[in-house]
């Protein structure tokens, strides 16, 4: 046998080997369906929880407003890293 036939034999049994792995370790969902709609839900959490900021997202603004305010040059290097 060439060794293109050899290694696509080995690249089969690898494939096989590998799909039994996965079913055994990942075995088929047997009740996939919703119990119900979640859409009611989601909108009911959205309603409840304002929006918070935290003290330190505020400190984290506020800090990098002084550092462009202090480095002006910083600007072009923070847009290209977006």
């Given at each position: 046998m060439s060794d293109e036939t050899t290694?696509?034999?080995?690249?089969?049994?690898?494939?096989?080997?590998?799909?039994a792995l996965l079913k055994r370790e990942f075995p088929a969902i047997?009740?996939?369906e919703l119990q119900c709609d979640l859409w009611p839900q989601m909108l009911r959490r959205l309603d409840a929880q304002p929006l918070r900021v935290p003290w330190f997202d505020w400190a984290l603004?506020?800090?990098?407003?002084?550092?462009?305010?202090?480095?002006?040059?910083?600007?072009?290097?923070?847009?290209y890293q977006l």
């Amino acid at each position: 046998m060439s060794d293109e036939t050899t290694n696509k034999m080995t690249h089969q049994e690898n494939d096989k080997e590998l799909q039994a792995l996965l079913k055994r370790e990942f075995p088929a969902i047997q009740n996939a369906e919703l119990q119900c709609d979640l859409w009611p839900q989601m909108l009911r959490r959205l309603d409840a929880q304002p929006l918070r900021v935290p003290w330190f997202d505020w400190a984290l603004a506020a800090a990098l407003a002084a550092a462009l305010l202090f480095f002006p040059g910083a600007i072009p290097a923070l847009l290209y890293q977006l």
